[in-house]
């Protein structure tokens, strides 16, 4: 058995660091060494960062990383565009740029099963009905999918009798939701949805109908990040309170993931911390002296992952803000790297970063 | 309609193809076989069949002769 199906047909979350560490850096020297055989742009940055793949790595954190916005300047991929399945895109929020993944056939399973290995470990192997809060017009692009699409299909895979709750003004479709809902009163459903979503246009609109539901065994999964809510002073504490208070739910997971890395999320535990699954980890970075910080201290997030096969997105260098908590003692029970995220990089020293590790990244594929 | 004949059926809604191009060959990324196409063809074979797969048989379910295995669980036979 090679790394990475040892990885796999380990119960999620059961791995000892150590061990987990060990069976990440055989996949992500593999990884590196592959991609810089088949991908020119990494070639061409690896050289100009004077690594060489001839001796692999000794630790995680010596595999070298890329900026996550380099993937929205270039496309960057290590497959010839036949073997492309699908390409992923994201909508840059921040900017007009946007982010080009793609991904071939082994990739895109890799990602479903690896998605299907921390979702199933959260709510069971039973398929719940669900209820998702966005359009059905999301998924109907299928050439370029967007990440938000994408998300959307994934978690749909846990579900059935799928119901798009909001209409193409981004409305609830009030009177269906209460139908739906109650037709299903008997069993644990699924909700999914993005996190400003579930608050703007499900909770808020639920709340100003004086709407109210006891749906005590239902599961929430949120996710797509905090910025907009935090605009308005709404904190992951005061989300969970407000939907428990509106539909009794308390069952709710917001998780971390972005789609130069999809598949490989960071799921809320219950004691509120992020966790590593099997086949990802966190590192956090000085954004100084780019060492990796200790548990406690706050800096940049890195996200190793073994699932990007069809481009070299295997090590990122996050635009945000985490700190480490813990390492396989959280009292939740999963083992792994636990952690908080504490939002974006601020845009000055993200422009800090950019003069030494991101420009030299950039300019070498310019 | 036996059983193998549902199963074609099944793939031909979801997949809005000819029931003849239908082979164990056909695997997940081919034709019009993708995400979403997926989720179509999991309610189709449900219907069918009046059978509900667990996560992991839908995610595991990436060719049309891997269908037929996993059916088999379900007491579908073939």
């Known amino acids: 058995m090679n790394a990475i199906e040892e990885l796999f047909s380990l119960p999620e979350y059961s791995i000892d660091n150590s ?232 069952k709710i997971y917001n998780f971390y993931g972005m789609v130069e890395q999809v598949g490989s999320i960071f799921m809320e535990c219950e004691e509120g911390y992020l966790h590593t699954p099997n086949f990802a980890e966190v590192l956090i970075r000085d954004y100084i002296t780019w060492k990796t910080l200790p548990t406690g201290e706050t800096g940049i997030i890195q996200t190793l992952s073994i699932l990007a096969k069809s481009y070299p997105g295997h090590s990122l260098l996050t635009e945000d803000l985490g700190t480490i908590v813990g390492i396989d003692n959280c009292k939740c029970g999963r083992k792994g790297t636990y952690f908080t995220v504490n939002g974006r990089v601020p845009k000055a020293e993200l422009r800090g970063c950019s003069d030494t590790h991101a420009e030299t990244v950039l300019n070498s594929v310019r | 309609m036996n059983n193998l004949e549902k199963l074609k059926k099944a793939f031909s809604d979801a997949l809005e193809i000819p029931t003849e191009t239908i082979n164990d060959e056909l695997a997940y990324g081919s034709e019009s076989w993708d995400s979403v196409a997926h989720l179509a063809l999991v309610a189709s074979i449900e219907t069918e069949f009046d059978i509900m797969l667990a996560s992991d048989d839908v995610i595991d379910m990436s060719s049309f002769l891997k269908a037929k295995e996993i059916l088999q669980k379900y007491e579908v036979k073939f």
């Not at chain 1, 060494?33 to 100009?48: A, E, G, T």
């Not at chain 1, 998702?132 to 967007?146: Q, Y």
């Not at chain 1, 809902?181 to 609109?205: A, C, R, S």
Request: hydrophobic share 40%.
């Open chain 1, 19 to 250: 061990k987990k560490r060990k069976l990440l850096l055989m996949e992500l020297n593999e990884l590196t060494r592959f991609h810089y055989s088949n991908c020119q742009p990494y070639k061409n940055i690896l050289n100009n960062l004077r690594v060489t793949t001839e001796n692999a790595f000794d630790n995680i954190e010596d595999v070298p990383y890329l900026p996550v916005r380099l993937f929205k300047t270039q496309k960057i991929q290590s497959i010839p565009d036949s073997e492309v399945l699908k390409v992923l895109t994201s909508s840059g929020t921040t900017n007009q740029q946007v982010s080009h993944i793609a991904l071939n056939r082994e990739t895109s399973l890799l990602q479903v099963k690896a998605l299907a290995s921390i979702i199933t470990s959260y709510i069971g192997n039973k398929r719940l009905p669900m209820i998702i809060i966005d359009t059905d017009a999301t998924i109907k692009n299928k050439s370029s999918m967007s990440a938000r699409g994408a998300g959307l299909v994934g978690l749909s895979n846990f579900g059935r009798n799928h119901f798009f709750a909001l209409d193409e003004n981004m409305d609830l479709k009030v009177d269906e939701f209460i139908n739906y809902i109650d037709k299903n009163k008997n069993e644990p459903m699924l909700i999914f949805g993005f996190t400003f979503m579930v608050w703007q246009y499900l909770y808020k609109k639920l709340k100003d109908s004086g709407i109210k539901a006891n749906l005590s065994s239902t599961i929430l999964i949120h996710s797509g990040g905090w910025k907009k809510l935090l605009d308005q002073a709404v904190s992951n504490d005061k989300f969970k309170s407000e939907l428990f208070e509106q539909l009794g739910i308390k």
